[in-house]
C-alpha cells in the first residue's frame, strides 16, 4: 500500500518508521496556499483550521497516490476527536477510496490499536517493529535536542538565515537514518553543523527568551504559523515552544513511569487556572505560561487557531495570568486570512513592549 500522514513538524521522524516498516511512503508536500485552500473549500466553514488544512493534506497525498493515511485521533472535549470520522467521510463524499487508520490514544482503546498495529506493521514481526519505534523514539529526541539549540542560535547569527539553512541540513541527515548508530552519527554531524554557524556574542542579561503555546498543529507546522519562530529570531528572540514530538509522544505514547513527561508538571502548573479538561492543549497552553514566567522568559506568543474552542477559553484566562505573573502575552488567531505583515507588525510592536518594559526594570 502507499502509505501517507499528516503534515506536522518535523514529519522526517514519521516518514522513516513507516519506510523503516517497509512501506512505500508518500509525503504530503509543505501545506501551502493551494493545501488551505482545498481544504477550506471541502470542509465545514465551522470547522477548526487545523481539521481543514490537514484534509488539505490529505487530498494532496491520495492525488499522488497514497491508499493509506496513518494518524493519530484525540480524545477529551473537543472536535479532535472526531478528526478520523470527519476526514474520512468528507473524502468518501468526494469520492476518494482511502483507508484512514486512526490511533486513538491506546489506553482507552487497546483492542483498536492491536488491530491497527497489524495494519501497519506491513507482516514484520512484533521486535522488527518495536526496534524500528525505538529507533524513531531516540530520533525525535536527538532532532528535538539540536532543534531547541537552533532556536537559541538564531537571534545571534552573523549571516541571516543560516540557522534555517542549518536546519534544513541537519533534517535531511536524519532523513537517511536505519537504525540506533545512525541516530547518534546523524546527532553528531547536526552538533558540527551548528558549530559552524557564526554568531554575535551577547550577555545573558540581554537575551530576550519567548515562550511559544497554543494548540499543537499551528505551534508545530511552521507553514501554518507563518514562521512564527522564524519570525521572532529574526528580531532578536530566543524561542522555545510548548510542544516538541518527542515530548508528545512521552505523555501521549509511553507510561508515564518510565519517561515521567515534562507535560505532567506543566499540567499541575495549569491547574489553578483550569481544573477540568477541557480538550485541545488548553490546560497545557496555561500551565506553560506559568512555567515560562517562572523560568524569567521575558514574554509569551499564544497561537490559536480560528474556531477552537479551548484555546478561547484559555485566551479568556490569559489575563488573569498577566497580572498574577507580570508576562506579557500576545495572541494571535490564525486561519486561512492571516497575513505575514500583520504578524510582523504585531510581533515587533510586542517586542518593543517586552525591551521597554525591561528598560523600566533597569532605571
Ligand atoms: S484543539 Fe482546537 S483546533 Fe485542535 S481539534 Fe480541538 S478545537 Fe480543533
Not at 176 to 190: L, P, Q, R, S
Request: net charge neutral; charged share 25%; with cysteine.
Amino acid at each position: 500500500m502507499k502509505i501517507s500522514f499528516p503534515y506536522m513538524g518535523t514529519t522526517v521522524i514519521y516518514k522513516t518508521l513507516l519506510e523503516l516498516l517497509g512501506h512505500e511512503v508518500i509525503q504530503p508536500p509543505i501545506p501551502s496556499q493551494r493545501t488551505i485552500d482545498l481544504g477550506a473549500k471541502n470542509s465545514p466553514e465551522f470547522a477548526c483550521y487545523p481539521l481543514k488544512v490537514i484534509l488539505g493534506s490529505y487530498i494532496e497525498a491520495i492525488e499522488m497516490g497514497a491508499t493509506t493515511i496513518v494518524t493519530s485521533g484525540g480524545h477529551g472535549p473537543c472536535r479532535a476527536g472526531f478528526y478520523g470520522e470527519t476526514h474520512g467521510r468528507i473524502l468518501k463524499s468526494m469520492g476518494y477510496d482511502v483507508d484512514l487508520i486512526v490511533f486513538d490514544a491506546y489506553k482507552r482503546d487497546i483492542m483498536g490499536t492491536i488491530k491497527n498495529i497489524g495494519k501497519i506493521k506491513n507482516g514484520k514481526s512484533l521486535i522488527f517493529l518495536l526496534n524500528a519505534i525505538k529507533t524513531v523514539y531516540f530520533m525525535s529526541k536527538a532532532m528535538d535536542r539540536l532543534e531547541k539549540k537552533i532556536q537559541k542560535i538564531r537571534p545571534y547569527e552573523v549571516t541571516k538565515g543560516e540557522s534555517n539553512k542549518a536546519w534544513e541540513e541537519i533534517q535531511y541527515i536524519f532523513s537517511g537514518i536505519k537504525n540506533k548508530d545512525d541516530v547518534k552519527k546523524a546527532e553528531a554531524e547536526g552538533q558540527t553543523i551548528m558549530e559552524r554557524i557564526k554568531t554575535v556574542s551577547i550577555s545573558d542579561s540581554n537575551r530576550i527568551k519567548v515562550g511559544i503555546v497554543g494548540e499543537i498543529y499551528v505551534v508545530m507546522e511552521k507553514s501554518i504559523n507563518l514562521k512564527i519562530e522564524e519570525i521572532l529570531g529574526s528580531m532578536g528572540a530566543e524561542v522555545e515552544r510548548s510542544q516538541y514530538i518527542s515530548e508528545w509522544i512521552d505523555y501521549n505514547l509511553l507510561p508515564s513511569w518510565l519517561t515521567k513527561p515534562h507535560e505532567l508538571e506543566i499540567l499541575n502548573r495549569g491547574a489553578k487556572y483550569i481544573k477540568e479538561n477541557i480538550g485541545g492543549h488548553a490546560k497545557q497552553t496555561v500551565g506553560h505560561i506559568v512555567d515560562y514566567a517562572e523560568r524569567g522568559f521575558d514574554g509569551v506568543v499564544h497561537l490559536m487557531p480560528f474556531a477552537c474552542l479551548p484555546e478561547l477559553v484559555s485566551q479568556s484566562i490569559i489575563p488573569a495570568i498577566t497580572k498574577d505573573y507580570n508576562i506579557p502575552v500576545i495572541t494571535l488567531a490564525i486561519d486561512e486570512q492571516t497575513g505575514m505583515a500583520n504578524v510582523q507588525t504585531r510581533i515587533e510592536a510586542f517586542l518593543d513592549l517586552i525591551k521597554s518594559k525591561r528598560m523600566v526594570r533597569i532605571a
